[in-house]
């Protein structure tokens, strides 16, 4: 047990070290506009970009360096709009859908990447703007939804990879594990230090951390939760425990990695493809579809394997499942192993959608537990439909509701669904007392 311990902090320490290392900043620099201006590969220089708040006041402005890049503090989170000079455009350049304002939300922390797509003039590639991102352009009511409702769905998979995985280990332990945040930052994290420290690829670098993500859960239940588990040590206060440890974890997180966001160094400037109505970045559709895969094989080998009928029995009845010559401890970790997994999975791909940041999975913590909860606790199909609920209606929501308010909104939705149906959608009623 000691030597696990010791080996854990080690790990754990070098892998820290490696962030200091390759940091240029040890505290958090606020939140910024950012993006990089290309035409057929090259970078464009000498163009003038303004930011504004949404009352109109001046947020900032900024010119494309020599690499094309150009980046404006702002005061803090919230909606800007961001103006492009197209008189300042080099000649036979000009912007490829049309749209020199948009309108982008930055979160806590977040450097926000803003995508304008150039080509030569007169070219259109599609009458979408960048997801992630409301018109304010000209585009109609329908752009805007289809945007919003893709959005949604590509933020429903993310949560639904860390849902899916707190769901499984509450089902099989009991424990409302809220370190489970900092399993998803993880995941980021590591991505970041392999693909930009390092100078590995990206999706090398996204293979290698979920690989370390899912080693990582099984590490940490052998060494410490299970310990915790022989001892007898009641849920409660092994959940108070996780709360202690994702507060530890994440300020070591932002020690070493320092409090802005940074971005990969792979697929940072990607144009939409137009699809029908929707204009998708190619990296978020491969991400979308590696998301579905993993769930969809996820959710078969719980139902048509030994190994998923055998952690159905641990979460239905432990004590059964071992008298049945089930080996529970084995299976728990085994549900860690595959939570780990999934939960790295989640913070790479949020790492390529909106940057990589110390309080990534903590931002979404809470979101991934109303999926679990809305779905019903401690069933895998429940933690997939509560994921798409709340990530459609946290989207969406922005069409009449400030952007600001919108994780309100699918928190407020939540309640209201639990006062007619507490068990969640899928869940089953339990008797108490």
């Known amino acids: 047990m000691r030597r696990a311990v010791i ?51 001046p947020a900032g402005e900024a010119t494309s360096d020599e690499q094309g890049k150009w980046s404006i503090p702002v005061t803090g989170p919230g909606t800007y709009k ?37 080509g ?27 945007d919003l409702l893709y959005s949604g769905l590509h933020f429903s998979l993310i949560i639904a990879l860390a849902a899916l995985g707190i769901s499984l280990i509450f089902g099989t332990t009991g424990l409302t594990n809220f370190a489970h945040g900092e399993m998803v930052t993880f995941g980021g994290l590591l991505t970041f230090l392999f693909n930009v420290t390092i100078g590995m690829p990206l999706v090398l670098s996204g293979i290698i951390s979920v690989a370390i993500g899912a080693a990582m859960g099984y590490f940490q239940d052998r060494a410490f939760w299970g310990w915790l588990r022989k001892r007898r040590t009641n849920l409660v206060t092994m959940m108070i425990i996780s709360i202690g440890l994702s507060l530890l974890v994440r300020y070591v997180f932002l020690y070493f990695f320092g409090g802005e966001s940074r971005n990969f160094a792979d697929y940072n400037s990607q144009a939409g493809v137009q699809y029908g109505p929707f204009l998708i970045a190619p990296k978020n559709l491969i991400a979308d579809g590696v998301a579905l895969v993993v769930l969809a094989a996820v959710s078969f080998a719980l139902v048509g394997t030994r190994l998923g009928k ?12 071992a008298a049945s010559g089930i080996n529970v401890d084995r299976i728990i970790r085994l549900v860690w192993t595959i939570g780990g997994g999934l ?4 913070g790479v791909i ?12 903590f931002q979404i913590l809470l979101l991934i537990f109303a999926a679990v909860t809305l779905g019903g606790f401690g069933t895998a199909w429940g933690a997939l439909l509560g994921s798409l ?18 994780s309100v909104g699918a ?23």
């Open 7 to 57: 080996m854990l902090t080690a790990f754990l320490a070098c892998v820290m070290l490696s962030f200091g290392l390759g940091a240029t900043s040890a505290w958090a620099e606020g939140e910024a506009l950012q993006g990089t201006l290309t035409n057929n590969g090259a970078p464009v220089a000498g163009v003038k970009i303004k930011a504004s708040t949404q009352d109109g006041a």
């Open 82 to 118: 961001v103006d492009l000079d197209v008189a300042s455009l080099p000649a036979g350049v000009g912007l490829t859908n049309n749209r020199p304002s948009l309108t982008p939300t930055v979160a806590d922390g977040q450097a926000r990447n803003v995508l304008f797509p150039l």
């Open 120 to 146: 030569p003039s007169g070219t259109t590639i599609g009458g979408g703007n960048q997801p992630g991102t409301n018109d304010s352009g000209g585009g109609s009511s329908f752009d805007r939804f289809a």
């Open 310 to 321: 055998a952690t159905r029995a641990v979460a239905d009845n432990p004590a059964l499942a």
């Open 343 to 346: 939960a790295a999975l989640s």
């Open 350 to 361: 949020l790492g390529t959608f909106q940057g990589v940041g110390f309080q990534m999975g």
């Open 389 to 406: 609920v709340i990530g459609l209606f946290i989207q969406i929501s922005t069409l009449w509701i400030p952007t600001e308010l919108k």
């Open 411 to 433: 928190l407020g939705v939540l309640i209201v669904i639990l006062l007619f149906r507490p068990q969640g959608i899928l869940g089953r009623r339990a008797r108490i007392g």
